[in-house]
């Protein structure tokens, strides 16, 4: 029974310094986008989706690529770098945290470019989409608005 207690320990020790480094990364990460909340989450979960979808069809076509995938890494990273600009922004500009701000009306917009994305990979997989639909969602897309919290 000890024996079983110890391998469990060690297993759950092994490699801490690799836990530690990542937790403190994260834990960062986190800090700096100014939390993960709902609509970060959404938006996390928008892009999960569409790099499968995206690699989904890449697959189907026989195209995959190292460079699609590095594409998709960095794009990942670009958004995370996207989001960090939106938090620091609010927080230097308007010296607070704003209802619908800097941040918001990025994430919205990166949400709105995932949501396309991914009707247009449904649509490559025979999804019928319709084209109103698509130009709506674009349309919210280019008149996004943020509230100026100084004229309120």
């Not at 590095?70 to 989001?83: A, C, E, N, P, S």
């Not at 994430?107 to 949501?115: H, N, P, Q, R």
């Amino acid at each position: 029974m000890t024996e079983g207690i110890l391998a469990a320990l060690t297993k759950l020790v092994s490699f801490a310094w690799l836990k530690i480094v990542l937790t403190t990364i994260v834990i960062y990460l986190e800090y700096m986008i100014g939390g993960f909340d709902l609509v970060t989450r959404g938006l996390l979960m928008l892009m999960l989706l569409d790099f499968a979808m995206g690699f989904s069809n890449a697959w189907r076509n026989h195209c995959v690529s190292r460079t699609k995938l590095k594409d998709g890494l960095y794009k990942f990273i670009l958004y995370t770098v996207t989001i960090m600009t939106g938090h620091w922004t609010d927080i230097i500009v308007f010296h607070q945290s704003v209802e619908f701000g800097f941040q918001n009306a990025l994430i919205v917009y990166l949400w709105l470019t995932e949501a396309i994305s991914i009707l247009k990979h449904a649509a490559d997989r025979w999804v019928p989409i319709p084209k109103r639909i698509l130009v709506r969602l674009e349309s919210y897309r280019e008149h996004i608005d943020i509230k100026d919290p100084i004229s309120q």
